[in-house]
């Protein structure tokens, strides 16, 4: 019977009582939706790497290393020497290694130089490997840190070098081939800087896309994957200053000096003598086979896997220590949670506002329901004559209270899951986070729970006037 007289009383009181819902189902969407996100950014955070062991760049700080490292954002102001690198990869306790340098990017997406062994070894999630969706790794540059190693130490690895010289390929993160729109056997060209404007363009060294990773939900859906050596060829093979582009913009301002500058180039090539090989010479011959690659000078950052995790602490130590040049070694799951305890004071932030609005909007429910108790003093006293308790009264306005709160809260993860449903592919190609729909779990309940515990002892104002009001009318 209370169960009817309480859905009576809210239809009755249907527009003050929609008004109350609709404030509830705001602010528990709200805090629904916060948890959420806090909870799948966290699982995407630490996911971001794993299986790795130490991430080595030059001496900074292992927020800055992670950040550069493995996020793409901002940079390290020195690199590491190659000889360095071939030092600490050298030592018997690193069973694999993965080179990376940064510094350059297509259209606002970040370049990494690395090598294959990059594909065959970088982990995420539950160390899951990279896969393709379409293509494959590079053609036969950097095919592995040993035939780089080797590279022009030796007469068979200068003959691996020759053997890829004819490949400047590229692999695109999931997003960046989605947002671009770009498919196998596209040709890109990218720029010098991390920007997404850039004065110089690297265009007399186009890249062909050989591959496409499937999506991981991680910074790498949002890189340009490029061979170390091609990297390194295009910074070592002629000025980036001097690119086709930066010639034609130019021209474009100065037409007529443009164009009597080439011809005078033009004129002074065919009358001075040229020496047997010049730079400048062998580059524009290079043009027509894409250049030879180089051999890498130095790396951004490298990551490294040990054959023992018992090492990680020894190597570390070492590599902090290393004589050659000042480095940095840091452990990427500490790195991780040193990074996300700075990023929990607005975590918190968020928390706090969620659950201020929520309680307002509890308060809400409780003013709607003081101030009913003077309309229905009419309805109390009919209850009271029909030999209903004073306490039947009480739980009447706790069910009403109750009923429209979980109404509230059971929209609320409905409408979070179609907003979430609706805005996955643009938080996924703005922020590069992936949500998944299911919201429902231990935690959200035991939030709705909350909400509805929280609901019943802000009603207990309202609930004991009306019960107090009951016993009166005895």
């Known amino acids: 019977m209370i169960f009817r ?4 009383s809210l239809l009755h009181r249907k527009v ?16 629904l939706s916060i948890e959420h996100i806090r909870k799948e950014a966290k699982s995407s955070f630490y996911r ?13 700080g292992q927020i800055n290393l992670l950040l550069s490292s493995v996020f793409r954002v901002g940079a390290n102001a020195n690199s590491v020497s190659w000889e360095s690198y071939q030092s600490i990869v050298a030592n018997p306790q690193v ?11 297509h259209k606002g997406f970040a370049v990494i130089g690395t090598t294959n062994a990059y594909f065959e070894h970088y982990r995420y999630g539950d160390k899951r490997q990279l896969s393709f969706q379409a293509g494959g790794r590079f053609a036969s540059s950097g095919e592995s840190d040993s035939s780089i190693d080797s590279a022009g130490d030796s007469e068979n690895g200068a003959a691996k070098m020759s053997a890829v010289s004819q490949h400047f390929d590229v692999v695109l993160g999931a997003d960046a081939a989605k947002q671009l729109n770009y498919k196998v056997g596209d040709e890109i060209i990218i720029s010098h800087g991390v920007g997404k404007v850039s004065f110089s363009y690297h265009d007399d060294h186009p890249f062909t896309i050989v591959g496409i990773l499937q999506f991981t939900g991680t910074p790498v859906d949002q890189g340009v994957h490029v061979g170390l050596n091609a ?4 910074h070592t093979q002629g000025n980036p200053s001097l690119s086709k582009s930066t010639m034609s913009r130019a021209s474009l301002k100065k037409p007529q000096e443009a164009e009597h500058a080439e ?12 020496p047997a090989h010049t730079p400048l010479e062998t580059s524009n011959k290079q043009d027509s086979n894409k250049h030879a690659l180089a051999q890498p000078t130095q790396v951004s950052a490298f990551m490294l896997g040990l054959k023992s995790r018992i090492a990680v602490l020894q190597m570390q130590r070492q590599v902090n220590q290393s004589k050659l040049e000042p480095l940095s070694a840091i452990i990427p799951g500490v790195a991780l949670g040193e990074l996300w305890r700075l990023v929990g004071a607005v975590e918190n932030v968020l928390r706090i506002i969620s659950a201020a609005v929520l309680v307002a909007s509890l308060l809400g429910l409780s003013t709607m329901l ?13 209850f009271r004559v029909m030999g209903a308790k004073p306490s039947f009264v009480f739980w009447l306005l706790q069910l009403e209270a109750l009923s429209i709160a979980l109404g509230a809260s059971v929209f609320a993860v409905l409408l979070v899951t179609g907003v979430i449903l609706l805005s996955n592919d643009w938080l996924l190609a703005e922020y590069g986070l992936s949500l998944s729909a299911n919201i429902l779990s231990v935690h959200t309940l035991s939030m709705i729970g909350v909400v509805l515990i929280a609901t019943f002892v802000i009603a207990l104002i309202p609930s004991i006037g009306a019960y107090r009001k009951a016993r009166s009318l005895n």
Request: no cysteine.
């Open 5 to 8: 007289v309480a859905k009576q």
């Open 16 to 31: 003050s009582v929609m008004l109350t819902f609709l404030a509830l189902l705001v602010s528990v969407s709200l805090l």
């Open 48 to 60: 971001t790497v794993s299986g790795v062991d130490l991430i080595v760049g030059a001496r900074t």
């Open 95 to 105: 069973e694999w290694s993965i080179p990376l340098s940064l510094g350059d990017s």
């Open 231 to 234: 990297i390194e060829s295009i």
């Open 263 to 274: 011809h005078e180039h033009e004129h002074s090539d065919k009358a001075a003598p040229q």
């Open 370 to 382: 003081l101030a009913s108790l003077r309309e229905r003093r009419a309805e109390i006293s009919v």
